[in-house]
C-alpha cells in the first residue's frame, strides 16, 4: 500500500525513503510512473489502516514537499526538478507556479492553494479536478486518457476537447510552460428545462 | 447567467463581506448537497456560521448509505466533510429530525438562513395494478438494506425462494443493485457491506438478474464505469439482443450530441458481440432486456400476495422533440416470471410542513436556490431566508459533485440576498439566536442529539469491528447499537 500514494509525495521524498537510488523515469501518464502511482488500482484494496496511513501521508508530504521544492531552488541545481505550470482560475486571473517533476496537478494546486477539487483524492473514483488544457500542443504531449479516465471525464462538467483530469496529469520535463484552465460554470442542473445561454 | 453570476457573489463574497456581522446558518441534510453548502458558505463569509442537523446519528447521507459497499473510492469525499465538520465555525447534529424534533417555522425563527438540502427519501412509484405485493421493493430500500442504513435493516428481502430477480429501470442505481446481486459473496465479503445483507446475499438462489428498460440501449440511463464494472463480473453470462442494439435515425443523432450515451452503445454493442451465447452450467446470468413497460404484477397462486410474474409491454420509441424519444406500448404483451422485483427507476423527495413542494416533480420549487412560495413560479414570492440544495432541489439525479456546482449557486443566491439586505440581521436588536436557541430547544425536548465527536465514536468503534473481518467497516446497523455506542 506504500506504492500507490508515492507519486502524490513528489519524486523528493520517494528518493529520501529509497536512498535515492531510485532514477525516475521520465515518463508520461500511463506509463511506468503511473504503474506505482496508482491512481487506478483495483477496489477492496482500501483497508481502513491504509486508508488513515494515506492521509497521514498525504497530510505529511503536504507539507515536506513544499520544503523539497523550495530548497531545490534554492540550490540552484542545473538539472531541471521543477516544471513551470500556469493554472487559470474562473475568472481568467492566472498563477504560475513550480512543479516538482513526477508530481501531479491535483497535488501541485493543492500545495499552492489553487482552488481545485479533489473529492476522491486522486483515486480516479471522481471528476472533480478536472482541467482544460489551454494549448494542443501540449495536450498532445501528454499520454492518451485510460478508459477508467475517460470514464470519469464523461461525467465532468464543462468537458472540452482538452479536458484532463488534475490528478491524472503528472509533472515532467516536456510540459514546462503548460497552462491548465479550471472550467468555467456552462453546467445546467436543469429543473424544468432552464439552459443557461451561453455567456 | 444565473449561475456565473452566483459565482462572481462567491468570489466578491470573502472580501466584500468579510466585515459582516455573525450570520447564522442552519443546513438540514449531511449528504454531500449539506456539506458543500457549508462549506462554500464558511469559505465565503467570515461571519458565517454553520450548524447541519441530520436525522441520522451518522452523518454524510448517500454517501454513506447509497454508494455501493464495492466503491470505497468514491466515498473519500468524506475526509473533505469531516474536515468542514470540524471546522470552528461549524457544528453537526445528528439525531434531529426536521419535521419532528424541530419545525421548518422553528428552525427559520432561530436562524437568518435556513438551507434545506434533505434528500429524496421516498421513490418515485410505476403506478401499475400488483404494485404492493410482497417480493417487490424499491431499490432505495434494498440499497438501504445493503448499506445498512438503520431504518431498513429488517428489510429482509427473499433471496431464497426464486432463482430470478428484475431490475426495473437501467440508471446506475439499478446497476449497483445488479451488481451487488450477481457478485461473489467473497469479493463483498471484503467490503463495508452491512454484516446482515452479506449473510443474506451468501445464502441467495438468485441466479439471473434481468435489468430491464422501457427504451433502447442508446437511452440507457447508466454511465461506463458501472457498466463496465457489472460487465466485468467475473463467471458471469451477460445476454444482450442483438436486434436491440439497431438504431433510427434519432439514436444516431442522440449519439453524435452525447458522449456518454455513445460510449455506453459502443460497450453494450461490444458485449452483444462477444462470446457465447449460451450460459455455461454454474454461471451466474446478466439479462439486459430493452423496450419493456411493465404494465402489472401478478399475483402467485400458491404463495397468495407475493409476486411472481410481470406483465410487460413491448414498447417503441416515439421522438417528440429535438434528441428526445420516449417509449410507447405496441398493444403486445409478454409475461416473465420472477419472484423478486426491484424498482430501480428514480428516488422522490418528501415535504415537510410549512414547506412550498411541487407534487408533480417531486421537488422545491426554486429559483437559484431560493425556496419560491408557490410551484407556479412566481419569481417574485419569495420565501425569505430560505433555499434548497441538491436532490432536494434538482430532482434525484447528478453524481456528488454535481451538488457541489448546486451548492454553490444556492450559496451564491445567499450572498447575493445579503449584500442585497434581503436577509441576515440588521440591527443587533433582531439578532438571531442561531446555535444557542436550537440547543436550548433540543434540550428542552430531551432530543439527543448526536455531535460530531460522538459520530467520531461510533466511526472508530466501526472500524475496529471491521477490522477484526478484514473489513474497512462493519456499520452498526440499529438505531439503540447507533446510539448506545454515540453515548458511551
Ligand atoms: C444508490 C445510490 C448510489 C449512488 N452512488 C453514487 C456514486 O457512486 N458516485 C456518485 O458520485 N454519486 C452517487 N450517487 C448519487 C449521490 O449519492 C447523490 O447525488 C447525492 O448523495 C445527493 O446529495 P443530497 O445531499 O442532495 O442528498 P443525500 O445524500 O440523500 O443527503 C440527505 C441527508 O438528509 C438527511 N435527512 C433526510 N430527511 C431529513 C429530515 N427530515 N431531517 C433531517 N435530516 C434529514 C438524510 O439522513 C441524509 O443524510 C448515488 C445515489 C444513489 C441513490
Ligand atoms: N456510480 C455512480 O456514479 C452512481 C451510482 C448510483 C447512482 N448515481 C446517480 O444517482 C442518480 C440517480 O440514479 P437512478 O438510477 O436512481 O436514476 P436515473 O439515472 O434517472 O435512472 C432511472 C431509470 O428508471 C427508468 N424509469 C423511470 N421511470 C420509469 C417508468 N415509469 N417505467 C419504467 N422505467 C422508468 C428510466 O428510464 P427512462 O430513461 O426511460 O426514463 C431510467 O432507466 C443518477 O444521476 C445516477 O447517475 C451515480
Given at each position: ?144 486518457p485510460t478508459d477508467e479516465e475517460n470514464d470519469m471525464l ?46 | ?104 417555522s422553528e428552525l427559520r425563527e432561530l436562524y437568518d438562513v ?373 453515548k458511551e
Amino acid at each position: 500500500m506504500l506504492f500507490p500514494r508515492l507519486s502524490r509525495i513528489g519524486i523528493k521524498i520517494f528518493r529520501e525513503l529509497y536512498g535515492g537510488k531510485f532514477t525516475v523515469p521520465l515518463c508520461r501518464t500511463g506509463s511506468a510512473l503511473e504503474h506505482y502511482s496508482g491512481c487506478w488500482r483495483p477496489q477492496f484494496e482500501l483497508h481502513p489502516e491504509a486508508k488513515t496511513f494515506q492521509s497521514v501521508i498525504f497530510q505529511k508530504h503536504h507539507q515536506l514537499s513544499t520544503t523539497a521544492a523550495v530548497s531545490d531552488a534554492a540550490d540552484g541545481k542545473k538539472e531541471k526538478e521543477t516544471i513551470s505550470v500556469t493554472f487559470v482560475d474562473k475568472d481568467g486571473d492566472e498563477k504560475q507556479i513550480e512543479v516538482p517533476v513526477g508530481m501531479s496537478m491535483l497535488e501541485a494546486a493543492h500545495q499552492n492553494d489553487i482552488e481545485l477539487e479533489g473529492a476522491c483524492e486522486g483515486s480516479l473514483a471522481c471528476s472533480t479536478c478536472h482541467v482544460i488544457v489551454m494549448d494542443m500542443e501540449y495536450y498532445n504531449k501528454l499520454e492518451d486518457p485510460t478508459d477508467e479516465e475517460n470514464d470519469m471525464l464523461d461525467l465532468a462538467f464543462g468537458l472540452t476537447e482538452t479536458s484532463r483530469l488534475g490528478c491524472q496529469v503528472i509533472a515532467q520535463p516536456e510540459l514546462d510552460g503548460i497552462r491548465l484552465a479550471l472550467p468555467v460554470a456552462t453546467r445546467n442542473f436543469a429543473v424544468d428545462g432552464y439552459v443557461p445561454k451561453p455567456h | 447567467m444565473a449561475i456565473c453570476q452566483a459565482r462572481a457573489w462567491l468570489s466578491r463574497g470573502l472580501t466584500t463581506l468579510s466585515s459582516h456581522p455573525s450570520l447564522r446558518v442552519c443546513v438540514v441534510g449531511s449528504g454531500p448537497a449539506g456539506f458543500y453548502t457549508a462549506e462554500k458558505m464558511i469559505k465565503a463569509h467570515e461571519g458565517a456560521f454553520v450548524d447541519i442537523i441530520d436525522r441520522l446519528p451518522t452523518p454524510f447521507g448517500l454517501v454513506r448509505s447509497g454508494v455501493a459497499p464495492d466503491h470505497p473510492e468514491t466515498k473519500i469525499v468524506t475526509n473533505q466533510f469531516s474536515r468542514v465538520a470540524q471546522h470552528e465555525r461549524c457544528s453537526f447534529y445528528g439525531n434531529v429530525t426536521l419535521g419532528s424534533a424541530v419545525t421548518l417555522s422553528e428552525l427559520r425563527e432561530l436562524y437568518d438562513v435556513v438551507v434545506l438540502a434533505y434528500g429524496a427519501e421516498s421513490d418515485r412509484a410505476l403506478g401499475i395494478p400488483g404494485e404492493d405485493l410482497s417480493g417487490i421493493h424499491s431499490a432505495r430500500e434494498f440499497v438501504w438494506w445493503y448499506n445498512g442504513h438503520p431504518d431498513y435493516r429488517n428489510l429482509n428481502p427473499d433471496l431464497k425462494s426464486t432463482d430470478t430477480a428484475f431490475i426495473l429501470g437501467q440508471g446506475n442505481v439499478a446497476l449497483d443493485v445488479a451488481r451487488i446481486l450477481l457478485r461473489p459473496t467473497a469479493e463483498l465479503a471484503t467490503t463495508d457491506i452491512a454484516d446482515h445483507a452479506l449473510t443474506a446475499l451468501e445464502q441467495s438462489s438468485i441466479r439471473k438478474v434481468f435489468l430491464i428498460g422501457r427504451r433502447g440501449p442508446v437511452q440507457a440511463a447508466c454511465t461506463a464505469k458501472e457498466l463496465r464494472e457489472v460487465l466485468g463480473i467475473k463467471n458471469l453470462h451477460i445476454h444482450i439482443n442483438q436486434t436491440d442494439l439497431e438504431k433510427n435515425q434519432e439514436d444516431e443523432e442522440e449519439l453524435k450530441n452525447n458522449r456518454i450515451r455513445r460510449r455506453i452503445y459502443d460497450l453494450l454493442s461490444k458485449e452483444a458481440a462477444s462470446g457465447p451465447s449460451v450460459p455455461t452450467s454454474g454461471q451466474h446470468e446478466l439479462h439486459f432486456i430493452f423496450f419493456r413497460k411493465p404494465e402489472r404484477f401478478l399475483d402467485s397462486l400458491d404463495r397468495i400476495g407475493h409476486v411472481t410474474a410481470v406483465q410487460f409491454e413491448k414498447t417503441v420509441l416515439k421522438a417528440v422533440g429535438p434528441g428526445k424519444q420516449i417509449a410507447v406500448g405496441t398493444g403486445q404483451f409478454e409475461e416473465l416470471e420472477s419472484g423478486l422485483v426491484l424498482k430501480s427507476i428514480g428516488y422522490k423527495s418528501v415535504p415537510v410542513d410549512g414547506l412550498p413542494f411541487d407534487q408533480q416533480k417531486g421537488l422545491v420549487p426554486n429559483v437559484g436556490g431560493r425556496v419560491l412560495s408557490d410551484a407556479s413560479r412566481d419569481p417574485t414570492m419569495l420565501q425569505k431566508g430560505l433555499y434548497v440544495c441538491g436532490w432536494l432541489k434538482r430532482g434525484p439525479t447528478g453524481i456528488i459533485a454535481t451538488n457541489l456546482y448546486c451548492a454553490e449557486e444556492t450559496v451564491g443566491s445567499i450572498l447575493e440576498d445579503l449584500q442585497q439586505g434581503a436577509i441576515g440581521s440588521t440591527s443587533s436588536i433582531v439578532k438571531k439566536p442561531g446555535r444557542e436557541g436550537l440547543l436550548q430547544l433540543l434540550s428542552d425536548r430531551n432530543i439527543e442529539f448526536v455531535p460530531f465527536s460522538r459520530w467520531q465514536k461510533i466511526d472508530a468503534e466501526e472500524r475496529s469491528l471491521g477490522s477484526l473481518r478484514n473489513k474497512p467497516r462493519e456499520k452498526l446497523t440499529t438505531w439503540e447499537d447507533l446510539m448506545k455506542v454515540a453515548k458511551e
